[in-house]
């Protein structure tokens, strides 16, 4: 397991950010959803096409937000976007109808994606040699506050009051706005120096584009867990429900355990492009196991079930690796804030349609459905090795380019 705080202290105080932010995260995923529909009582169905709204205003907050952070700074940028998500969190207090649930739920989520792309120049100026290793050691960290926050959320499931749920609200905004307070004790990055040609460089890097696309295809597999096990293990199989919680925390503690050892192993553009590979094809193969487990007795649902998921967590190590080291290795230094902006667009949507997707092919078509999710994610992977060597011949030609004009 990584150590609780890293030895530099620039990375201690983005760790310590992000830690009290997932916490305040952890709230809200595990009782989110259920404070609208259970507290405010709006219709499910207004819910979910509230949320659907807010995912896809977010897509084209981060990109314009990364600019922003490289060209003006990206403490005071990424400070403020947590502010935003803080007052637009407690303001799900007022939000007592479906408009302005909506009006809050898309400010909360447009300023998460921008706050994405606005950390990433902060991960990159002070994330060592190794950036993409600081920020698996990030994610790790994020699970650990994840988890902190769905133990403090169960306490507010199991009251069940209006009150309750509002002081999750509020403990969750206290918690962004805290985690905001601690990234100003960063020292200041200055501006990256202009740089002359397109001033959306990264909307033009078809290459890179592609492997944005390639990359919210396979992130598709992060509500595999989430939505359509869970629901497949509730209406296809005979395994008892409380597996639904040992399947997200095996797969949690898989992740803060293994998620640094897998970077360190992912060094280059290229190796990136082989994590891809191999996740696509333990993708398939956990999709085919978790198509095996109905109609058979609970005991094998069961061990069929856990050993998909273990497989699938190892998939997810491989996939998140290859992410961090393609999306901060084929950036333009002058330009990560907007280049992780648009990489964050796939991830993006595949938070927006992922779960109707999952439920649409392994729900409601079953276990053939299984199968052709499983073959998507392959499929995926072995196209990102030709993307990333595409995207590689780029970078060197531009590089080269603009070698020449500075001579």
């Known amino acids: 397991m990584p150590q609780l705080m890293p030895d530099v202290g620039p990375q201690r105080v983005i760790a310590a950010s992000n830690f009290v932010y997932t916490v305040g995260s952890g709230l809200y995923l595990t009782a989110g ?3 609208f529909t259970q507290a405010v009582h709006l219709p499910a169905g207004q819910v979910g096409l509230g949320l659907g709204i807010g995912g896809f205003v977010s897509l084209a907050v981060g990109i314009a937000v990364g600019h922003l952070a490289d060209t003006h700074g990206a403490r005071g940028v990424y400070a403020t976007t947590l502010v935003v998500q803080a007052l637009a969190t407690a303001g799900f207090v ?7 649930f909506v009006l809050a739920v898309c400010a909360a989520a447009g300023a998460k994606a921008a706050g994405l792309a606005a950390r990433s120049p902060l991960i990159r100026h002070y994330g060592g040699d ?6 698996a050691y990030l994610r790790a960290v994020t699970n650990v ?4 926050g769905a133990l403090l959320a169960g306490w ?9 749920y509002q002081l999750l609200v509020v403990g969750n905004a206290i918690a962004f706005a805290a985690a905001a307070a601690i990234v100003l004790l960063l020292p200041p990055v200055e501006p990256a120096p202009a740089v002359g040609g397109p001033r959306r460089l990264a909307l033009r890097d078809w290459p890179y584009l592609l492997l944005t696309a390639l990359d919210g295809i396979m992130a598709v597999q992060f ?4 939505v359509a096990v869970p629901l497949w293990l509730v209406e296809a199989t005979t395994a008892p429900r409380w597996l639904i919680s040992g399947t997200m925390l095996t797969n949690t503690v898989l992740v803060v355990v293994l998620q640094v050892r897998a970077g360190r192993a992912v060094v280059s553009p290229a190796a990136g492009g082989s994590a891809y590979r191999r996740s696509g094809l333990a993708f398939l193969l956990s999709c085919a196991l978790i198509s095996f487990s109905a109609g058979i007795p609970a005991w094998a649902a069961v061990a069929l079930l856990m050993t998909a998921v273990v497989i699938h967590t190892v998939g997810e190590l491989w996939h998140s690796a290859a992410g961090f080291e393609v999306s901060f290795a084929l950036a333009p230094r002058h330009a990560t804030g907007q280049y992780l902006g648009v990489f964050g667009l796939g991830a993006g949507l595949a938070e927006a349609l992922g779960p109707g997707l999952l439920i649409a092919l392994c729900i409601t078509w079953g276990r053939p459905g299984w199968y052709v999710v499983g073959a998507l994610f392959a499929l995926t992977g072995l196209a990102a090795p030709l993307v990333v060597r595409r995207a590689e011949r780029r970078q060197l030609a531009e590089d080269g380019a603009r070698a020449l004009l500075t001579v």
């Open 223 to 226: 509500k595999v867990l989430t």
């Open 156 to 164: 507010a499931v199991q009251v069940g009051t209006l009150s309750a």
């Open 130 to 135: 190794r950036p993409q290793e600081f920020r």
């Open 145 to 148: 506050g994840i988890s902190l």
């Open 94 to 100: 007022l939000a007592d109808s479906f408009w302005p």
């Open 33 to 35: 959803v259920l404070y």
